[in-house]
């Protein structure tokens, strides 16, 4: 069955650096999101992709944060500059776009990041 | 207006018994009602999603039951296996799950053999 799959599965760096999570989505689906789960806490939207350009975004995703689909396989998400409050694990999400209700969002594993 | 509010947030039950977990919402634009399940390590797995015009709907041992004019929905685990013990958490979007899928809270679930 297909999947979304993430790299890394953790990743720990300092305050200030910048981190890009990667995210390979299912190969036919049209529409990415990224979601983030800070530890003990409800799963959170940050932003959707569609057609190269950002459809939605949360208030979490300010200027810090940025997406990309740099190439027709891999969807990132960047953070210039972590904070400590950035520590939280983070879901790529895609989902077909064929059309009809309800058609599923598939969630990856997740990238457990660790702001220091 | 955008919240789900989810409970229990933790729940033990007996193998073979019934966990409900229930949630409620305010938004009216929400027209689809997923719900995911969430092992240890793993991203969240869509479990059984409704609409609101549909008042049940089952898939095997998971049930949803729906009351549109309270705004509530719930999950029913049918004759509960210790491999059900994860993480379930409600959620709600609108157009059908094509924008942001907003979640509840979680409930952690421990079915004991």
């Known amino acids: 069955e297909p999947e979304v799959t993430q790299t890394p599965s953790h990743q720990v760096t300092q305050m200030g650096q910048e981190v890009i999570l990667r995210c390979v989505p299912i190969?036919?689906?049209?529409?990415f999101y990224w979601y983030r789960q800070i530890l003990g806490q409800k799963v959170e939207f940050l932003v959707s992709f569609y057609n190269n350009e950002i459809s939605e975004k949360s208030e979490i995703f300010d200027d810090q944060f940025s997406v990309e689909r740099p190439d027709g396989s891999n969807f990132t998400l960047k953070i210039r500059s972590t904070k400590l409050e950035d520590s939280a694990m983070y879901f790529c999400?895609?989902?077909?776009?064929?059309?009809?209700?309800?058609?599923?969002?598939?969630f990856g594993p997740g990238t457990r990041l660790l702001v220091l | 207006q955008q919240q789900v509010k989810q409970s229990p947030q933790s729940l033990i039950v007996q193998k073979g018994g019934i966990p409900i977990i229930n949630c409620a919402y305010e938004n009216t634009a929400f027209d689809y009602f997923p719900w995911y399940q969430q092992f240890p390590g793993k991203g969240p797995a869509l479990l059984i999603a409704?609409?609101?015009?549909?008042s049940e709907k089952k898939e095997g041992r998971f049930t949803i039951s729906f009351n549109k004019s309270a705004k509530q929905f719930s999950l029913h685990i049918m004759d509960s296996q210790p491999g059900d013990s994860a993480t379930y958490f409600c959620a709600a979007s609108p157009s059908g799950g094509y924008q942001k899928v907003t979640f509840g809270i979680g409930t952690k679930l421990q079915v004991i053999p």
């Open positions: 190969s036919n689906h049209l529409y």
């Open positions: 999400a895609s989902r077909g776009g064929t059309g009809g209700w309800g058609e599923t969002q598939y």
């Open positions: 409704i609409r609101p015009d549909v």
